[in-house]
């Protein structure tokens, strides 16, 4: 009887959530099951006076917090954020939400002012910041008031309850990318990561996977790039050249011009690559890795990309530029919110709501929250070929295996 119910539930949710969602190709941000409704109940009120930018026209109020003016060049990031946005209301056009957009300069001062601002104008949830800095000011913020946020940082240092990261996490590429190898009977590593906060996190991630994988890690080099002077890069791929017959896999997380360098170096030192695979991470997801031959068959990590052609495509014949290939984050991001408005009332945005073990369905496909703050992801294995690259590992259409 418990599992008829359950099953009844998803069947409405979804339904629910499809009819608000857009017919462009996972335009809607949808969970397969919310459960049980508990927590308090959110009682509507008169509400104060929003300023500065207001995106949609609904009853329920999202904070959208975005650096708008932040230096080195990081403003194009918020602008690029707030398009999405938008075109996230325009796919959604019955939304019951209004979106107060406000500027964190990109600092963990401005994060503050800004979630202070949005959640004394009403906000019941924080979309953003985008950088770690600004996710920590505005999280001090948002935990004095219980209001939750949904952030797009990478850094997992600034996840914590009712913080929640949407980011493509650099622990779930390792986990892909290495649980896949290893189904291919690749059990010998080597790696070659900067040394960096980055490298850290995918160095820990890639030496849990391989252990739990029952693999081996012949040798971790790490190097630092020093703006154009790759010397160190060069040295450190060098030094691989004497344990590459030993091993199957050699696993170069960052993207750019790294990974191709990487191998011209071997290759120009004599090294045997023809039985080591080369992985890679999300960071791979660049024209400049995939169309380059010298990559040709190598494996990376990443979300399905169907969702998001099709979401570039509509912001290039709208803004007349192609986007990140992060600014769907916050079109994820909007949607969510819109979604949960729509079919989960008064305790829309409660923890037991967001963290729902079933998760959601963006144009990146799977993903949910955890109760750390950290997310999971259902994500596909490519393999380069030259000319862009090919699924050989489809991303998985649900949490009950794998995770």
Known sequence: MRGK?????RRVFLKTALAGASTMLLGGCMGSTLGSLPGEQIQPGAQ????GEILG???????????????GGNASIGTVFKNSAAL?????????????VKDTGGTAEGGRAAAQAAISEGAELILGPVFSAAVSGAAQAARATGVPVVAFSTDTSVASRGV??????????????????????????????????????VEAAFRQEVGRGGGRIATIQRYKLSGSDTSDLVAKAGALNSVLNSVDALFVPEGGGVPPLVVQTLVSQGAALGNVKLLGSGQWDTPQVKNNPVLAGAWFAGPDDKGFQAFAQRYQSTYGSAPP??????????????????????????QSIL?????????????????????????????????????ISPAPRDFQAGF
């Not at 026209?57 to 230096?71: Q, Y």
């Not at 996230?88 to 107060?100: E, G, K, R, S």
């Not at 949407?166 to 590593?189: C, H, M, N, W």
């Not at 909007?334 to 829309?348: E, F």
Request: proline share 5%; charged share 15%.
């Open 5 to 9: 119910i359950l099953q009844q539930r």
């Open 48 to 51: 104060p006076q929003p300023t």
């Open 57 to 71: 026209t609904g009853s329920v109020r999202v904070g959208l917090l975005l650096p708008l003016s932040s230096s």
């Open 88 to 100: 996230a209301l325009q796919n959604f056009p019955n939304a019951d939400v209004q979106l107060l």
């Open 164 to 201: 929640y990261l949407l980011s493509f996490l650099p622990e779930g590429d390792v986990k892909r990318i290495i649980g896949y190898a290893t189904s291919q009977q690749k059990s010998s590593y080597a790696a070659l990561v900067p040394e960096n906060s980055y490298g850290a996190v």
């Open 325 to 350: 290939r992060n600014a769907s984050l916050v079109y994820d991001g909007v949607t969510l919110a819109a979604g949960l408005i729509r079919s989960a009332g008064p305790q829309r945005f409660n």
């Open 355 to 391: 963290t729902n073990r079933d998760g959601f369905i963006g144009i990146d496909g799977l993903f949910r929250f955890q109760s750390n703050g950290l997310n999971q992801r259902g994500l596909a294995v490519y393999q380069v070929t030259g000319s862009g690259a090919q699924v």
